[in-house]
């Protein structure tokens, strides 16, 4: 046991569920707070708070006492089909701020030893990913700012505000920027998911020999980590004195009909694709692990493919089931604050 205490909010999330389960096996006692439990599993957690992270009240019941360490997952966040349409801009500036400026505060004033702040690699500068073969991601390519989104532009605001309060105020902070992770029990339909998800779920709601439609002409390019390799980088960096920001990704860059294939392979189904108008983000991403094997010696150990199969096979009992997603949490809870 480690005898230590971690608050993970987010925690009724894809990352916060996964990493409150590794955090208990770690042996910490676990504070999961979230506006709703998970959805596809019990909670690990030793309680969960329902609570809204807007308001401080929530804040200061859920700060009731002393915490080793915070991990701050939440924010309104979803895949292309929801940071990049421009409609729910608002919410995500705005909730997502509002968030991490209560956690910069609250981690000060309530003596939190360490926090960990989940940045994404949509804050990397656009014009440095216009030729898919070769975009750069490196952390120093940064500046000038020009992320695509203004889920990046957040991103980018929050990874500013940890490090002033880090420099002014003296706290402990480690910052990972994301880029794309999947898995199990992440969101796989509703308007949120994620291209691998939402790949999965089309090739398995098709009969082999059927059609999928895909966002744009499926010639961009991304890269994938896999939720546990996620989840062990985000420890490692705790447990480091490096503070980042540092990327935590994959480098086996795949287009995203690349990637169909992939999953078709794994789904032993051959299907049409339709490459129709939607919004797909940047023409390339690739992370650029040299600063993460620099600092911590880690790099992600999974091929992609193995990943996919994972994550198909869950997505497929998913779409399968007409029992839904499991609502039910049999963990201990405080009272919800509102
Ligand atoms: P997720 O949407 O599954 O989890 C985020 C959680 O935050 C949700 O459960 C949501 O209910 C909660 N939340 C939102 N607003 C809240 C509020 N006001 N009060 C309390 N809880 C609130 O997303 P995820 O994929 O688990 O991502 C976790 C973090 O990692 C996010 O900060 C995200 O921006 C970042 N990130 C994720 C990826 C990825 O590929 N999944 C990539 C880059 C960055």
């Known amino acids: 046991m480690s005898g230590k205490r971690a608050l993970v909010c987010g925690a009724g999330g894809f990352i916060g569920s996964h990493l409150v389960k590794r955090l208990r096996r770690d042996g910490y006692w676990v504070r999961g707070v979230d506006l709703k439990y998970p959805e596809f599993s019990p909670s690990a957690a030793d309680d969960f708070v329902l609570a809204d992270l807007c308001r401080r009240e929530s804040w200061e019941r859920i700060l009731d006492r002393g915490f080793d360490e915070a991990y701050q997952l939440a924010a309104d966040m979803g895949g292309a089909g929801y940071i990049f349409t421009g409609n729910n801009d608002s919410h995500v500036m705005h909730d997502s701020a509002m968030i991490n400026l209560h956690m910069a505060d609250f981690g000060v004033r309530k003596n939190v030893g360490k926090v960990f702040y989940s940045s994404s690699a949509c804050m990397y500068p656009a014009y440095n990913q216009e030729d898919p073969r070769n975009p750069k991601c490196g952390e120093s390519t940064a500046y000038p700012a020009a992320p695509d989104s203004e889920y990046g532009w957040e991103k980018l605001f929050s990874e500013r505000l940890y490090a002033a309060f880090s420099r002014n105020q003296g706290l402990d902070v480690r910052v990972a920027r994301f880029h794309n992770i999947f898995g199990p029990e992440g969101t ?18 098709q009969s082999d020999g059927g059609e999928i439609e895909i966002w744009g002409d499926g010639q961009q390019t991304r890269s994938f980590l896999y939720i546990d390799e996620c989840v062990e980088a985000v420890r490692r960096l705790m447990e480091s004195s490096f503070a980042g920001p540092v990327n935590v990704g994959s480098e086996e860059m795949v287009t995203i009909n690349q990637m169909a294939a992939m999953i078709m392979e794994t789904a032993g189904k051959k299907l049409a694709i339709k490459h129709v108008p939607g919004p797909t983000g940047v023409r390339g991403r690739n992370s650029d692990n040299g600063l993460i094997r620099a600092q911590l010696g880690w790099e992600p150990a999974m091929r992609l493919q193995q990943g996919l199969t994972t994550t198909y096979a869950w997505i497929e009992a998913q779409a399968q089931s007409a ?16």
């Open 188 to 205: 796989w339909r509703g308007g949120r998911e994620k291209a691998p998800a939402a790949l999965c779920r089309k090739i398995a709601e």
């Open 323 to 338: 029992a839904g997603p499991v609502r039910a949490n049999s963990g201990k809870f405080l009272e919800a604050v509102p």
